[in-house]
């Protein structure tokens, strides 16, 4: 029998976390089933547990493959890197990259993300067991541990004077984000919302930049 090469297995393991991320893009992620990815990859139970011990652990490399393939992290450095500009064009251009990694991926990477929310909501136990098998840092561990205490640094530097706690700011903001988030997944891949109206995350976004500039003291225009 011939030796089964490294190359073999993960192109086997590469082809089976695609047909589940395929089958996530059109099932909400909690409802997705192991039935679901044997049918979508063509293989037998076998030939997937060969590979997997569990969905579980596919959901795991899955979403490690979409922190590899959709990682904005080189773009937010760039973007706070600029040394002379202003607490304010820095910040919109965050938020505008924030926009548009999220317009061009709503359907797909930012539908998976907003579904593992709310899998964490229902079955915690079951979503701490798929974190534990995630490598790689996500955009938005990014924010929290790099992007984030940069603003508030940075507003320091330019003399600017918070309105509120920095905590207190740091709360708005991530739960304005997941706002946006999840008003515009639900309208464009549910077709249901609080506000039944087209969203649109760039000028979304464009508007919680003027916002944060006025919370951090700033000038908003």
Same mark, same amino acid.
């Given at each position: ?73 080189? $773009?937010? /450095? ?7 500009? =202003?607490? #304010?064009? *820095? ?5 505008? &990259? @924030? ?9 797909d990477i930012q539908k998976i ?15 701490e067991k798929i974190i534990k ?13 790099v992007v984030f205490p940069y ?11 918070? $309105?509120? /706690? ?7 903001? =991530?739960? #304005?984000? *997941? ?5 515009? &997944? @639900? ?35």
């Open positions: 029998m011939p030796k089964v090469t490294q190359e073999y297995i993960d192109n086997k393991r590469r082809m089976i976390v695609d047909s589940c991320y395929q089958v996530c893009l059109r099932k909400p992620v909690e409802m997705v089933t192991i039935s679901d990815v044997i049918a979508e990859t063509g293989l037998s139970q076998g030939g997937i547990y060969r590979f997997y011990k569990d969905l579980d652990e596919i959901l795991s490399d899955m979403i490690t493959n979409m922190r590899r393939d959709y990682n904005i992290i080189d $773009k937010l /450095d760039a973007a706070i890197a600029q040394k002379d500009a =202003s607490f #304010a064009t *820095v910040t919109r251009n965050i938020c505008r &990259i @924030l926009g548009e990694v999220m317009e061009e991926h709503l359907m993300n907003f579904d593992l929310t709310v899998l964490s909501i229902n079955e915690p136990q079951r979503t098998g995630i490598k790689g840092k996500g955009n938005m561990e990014h924010m929290a541990t603003l508030f640094k940075a507003s320091a530097e330019k003399k600017l004077t918070p $309105k509120h /706690d920095p905590m207190q700011l740091y709360q708005f903001i =991530s739960s #304005a984000y *997941v706002g946006i988030e999840t008003n515009c &997944i @639900l309208t464009a891949c549910y077709g249901k919302a609080p506000m039944q109206s087209v969203c649109k995350p760039v000028e979304m976004f464009d508007i919680l930049a003027t916002t944060i500039i006025l919370l951090f003291g700033g000038e908003g225009k």
